[in-house]
T-cell receptor, first 111, second 113 residues
Framework: ELKVEQNPLFLSMQEGKNYTIYCNYS?????LYWYRQDPGKSLESLFV?????AVKQEGRLMASLDTKARLSTLHITAAVHDLSATYFC???????????FGKGITLSVRP | EAQVTQNPRYLITVTGKKLTVTCSQN?????MSWYRQDPGLGLRQIYY???????DKGDVPEGYKVSRKEKRNFPLILESPSPNQTSLYFC????????????FGPGTRLLVL
């Protein structure tokens, strides 16, 4: 059974500082996805990582994938309040792309 | 506007009373999926569909049925709802088998008494 682990589950960030959050998974996959969810809202797709070494950047967020280590990182540069949300990673497996999510990491940016 | 719609958005029902949650997308996407979200458990995939008439089980399919008779619609059916199916449900779609961005619907909050 595939396990997708995110840590930490909650992170209080100080505005202006850099942080990294992690997603690791227990079986072979080269498809990893990051999503953002604001309180009371639906999910929004952030990044699609489809190969070992893939790196994607959008604004203050940068995601990377190391399939050999079964690890994806989401790096936050100079945190701002707008980044406060819950971030989920998800791993795709199988030819027809069954998707398994982590439990999510809630980020809170304080002044 | 490109979107995924779900109806109803909120539903209170009683144990055993069959219900259907509809999901529709207007983006001509092949891949559609249903998830449930529960506190502390994240999102769990219920069923997914690669195309019309092609569906497969996710991690938590028990107690649910789906059908994909048309490309745009992917209803979720609870034949005999039970309280443990109280949850927040999301439908999502993507252009093909999840190699691209997945678009989520607004969610359906279900309470089974």
């Amino acid at each position: 059974e595939l396990k997708v682990e995110q840590n930490p589950l909650f992170l209080s960030m100080q505005e202006g500082k850099n942080y990294t959050i992690y997603c690791n998974y227990s079986t072979t996959s080269d498809r990893l996805y990051w999503y953002r969810q604001d309180p009371g809202k639906s999910l929004e797709s952030l990044f699609v990582l489809l190969s070992n070494g893939a790196v994607k950047q959008e604004g203050r967020l940068m995601a990377s994938l190391d399939t050999k280590a079964r690890l994806s990182t989401l790096h936050i540069t100079a945190a701002v309040h707008d980044l406060s949300a819950t971030y989920f990673c998800a791993v795709g497996t199988g030819a027809n792309s069954k998707l398994t999510f982590g439990k999510g990491i809630t980020l809170s940016v304080r002044p | 506007e490109a979107q995924v719609t779900q109806n109803p958005r909120y539903l209170i029902t009683v144990t055993g009373k069959k219900l259907t949650v509809t999901c529709s997308q207007n983006m001509n996407h092949e891949y559609m999926s249903w998830y449930r979200q529960d506190p502390g458990l994240g999102l769990r995939q219920i069923y997914y569909s690669m195309n019309v008439e092609v569906t497969d089980k996710g991690d938590v399919p028990e107690g649910y049925k789906v059908s994909r008779k048309e490309k745009r619609n992917f209803p979720l059916i609870l034949e005999s709802p039970s309280p443990n199916q109280t949850s927040l449900y999301f439908c999502a779609s993507s252009l093909s088998t999840l190699q691209e961005t997945q678009y989520f619907g607004p969610g359906t909050r279900l309470l089974v008494l």
